[in-house]
């Protein structure tokens, strides 16, 4: 059964804490993507990356990073976290195909709150 | 930037009954897709509807794809309990071939049992 898994289904951090969210997808994706979901607001795109070593923003980027140095592993990363940082994680990937865009195929994401 | 909406944000049935979710975007797309989430968890893809078809089974979904109307509907059938989820659509950012996805907000829907 093809996955996408993230590395933590909840996560408590500190102010100020730098945090890794990790990401793996065992379908030899080309394309991965983080949003954030929070009620009211739906799903936000924050980065996503069509290739290794390959990252394009999103709409929030403010705050957070992202680093592909293979191409089955995503990592987001909260340089510094923040109170309003608190928040639905979800992790998807897709490959380009014949029907663009493909359909994602999403983790089962990780909730974060930072205290 | 909102590209798909649902419509109605909260929708409550009895088993058996049948529910429909509308989506309405604003420009033009290759594809338009559904999703269901279910409490706290991620998202499954339900169907992928392209801009060329009209409508599309997939079980006891039926998708409808309307392009002139920018709109798009699913019914589920006698409907269960265990749909009780939140259910989204999805469309190209912008119309582009970036296999960018951008979501609507959602339609919650309960199953009375």
């Known amino acids: 059964d093809v996955k996408v898994t993230q590395s933590s289904r909840y996560l408590v951090k500190r102010t100020g804490e730098k945090v890794f969210l990790e990401c793996v997808q065992d379908?030899?994706?080309?394309?991965m993507f983080w949003y954030r979901q929070d009620p009211g607001l739906g799903l936000r795109l924050i980065y996503f990356?069509?290739?290794?070593?390959?990252?394009e923003k999103g709409d929030i980027p403010e705050g957070y990073s992202v680093s592909r140095e293979k191409k089955e592993r995503f990592s987001l990363i909260l340089e510094s976290a923040s109170t309003n940082q608190t928040s639905m994680y979800l992790c998807?990937?897709?490959?380009?195909?014949?029907?663009?865009?493909?359909?994602?195929?999403f983790g089962s994401g990780t909730r974060l709150t930072v205290v | 930037s909102q590209q798909g909406e649902e419509d109605p944000q909260a929708l409550s049935i009895q088993e058996g009954e049948n529910a429909t979710m509308n989506c309405s975007y604003k420009?033009?797309?290759?594809?338009l897709q559904w999703y269901r989430q279910n409490s706290g968890r991620g998202l499954v893809h339900l169907i992928l509807?392209?801009?060329?078809?009209r409508e599309k089974h997939s079980g006891r979904l039926r998708v409808t794809l309307d392009t002139s109307k920018k709109s798009s509907s699913l019914l589920i059938t006698a409907s269960r309990a265990a749909d009780t989820a939140s259910y989204f659509c999805a469309t190209d950012a912008q119309g582009g071939n970036t296999g960018k996805l951008i979501f609507g907000q959602g339609t919650t829907l309960q199953v009375k049992p």
């Open positions: 998807a990937s897709s490959s380009p195909g014949r029907q663009l865009p493909g359909s994602y195929t």
């Open positions: 509807i392209r801009s060329n078809e």
């Open positions: 420009t033009s797309i290759n594809n």
């Open positions: 990356s069509y290739d290794v070593k390959m990252k």
């Open positions: 379908m030899d994706h080309e394309n």
